[in-house]
């Protein structure tokens, strides 16, 4: 079975859970980044993952707009649906604004991972936006805030490997 791993990350974490993937499952798997073009031939593959992240509950537009203009192809095909965020309270109710319903009907399966912080790769808007959402997260759940000083991941192998599995 050929499988293609569409993906669009802005700061890594889609890429590499689209890699961990590929690695997991059987055949041959292609990767292909949205943010080089979407000119990926869909007629050549029977299995097809779409993945992005999600930023203050939007996906990146490169996986938006190839959900669009591929709906009728990708309704034929054995699908895989991805996003990678931080916000697990919103992760389902994220999946289905973001995908189109005609994909989420038709997918075999469809998760969140988790997320990261990685803060090496973020500018100073987004430093500062993760601190301020952090810290209301925390108060509302009576907690202490994540340490902010150094990246961090929340990305789940354990609901990567049963994504694999399912599309298996």
């Known amino acids: 079975m050929k499988t293609v791993i569409i993906y669009a990350t802005k700061h890594g974490c889609s890429e590499k859970c689209a890699k961990w ?16 073009g979407d000119g990926v031939d869909l007629a050549q593959y029977d ?16 996986v938006t707009a190839f959900c669009q203009n591929r709906l009728d192809q990708l309704k034929g095909k054995r699908l895989g649906l991805f996003t990678c965020g931080m916000n697990q309270k919103e992760a389902d109710a994220q999946l289905k604004a973001n995908y189109p319903e005609e994909l989420l009907e038709r997918a075999v399966v469809a998760d969140c991972f988790g997320g990261e912080y990685n803060l090496k790769e973020m500018n100073f808007f987004e430093k500062t936006i993760v601190k301020m959402v952090a810290r209301m997260e925390a108060k509302e759940n009576y907690s202490e805030p994540p340490d902010l000083s150094r990246s961090f991941s929340t990305v789940s192998e354990e609901k990567m490997a049963q994504f694999a599995q399912k599309l298996s």
């Open 21 to 36: 993937l590929a690695e997991k499952l059987s055949g041959t798997v292609d990767l292909h980044n949205l943010k080089m």
């Open 47 to 62: 299995r097809v993952i779409l993945g992005g992240s999600i930023y203050a509950g939007r996906m990146l537009k490169e």
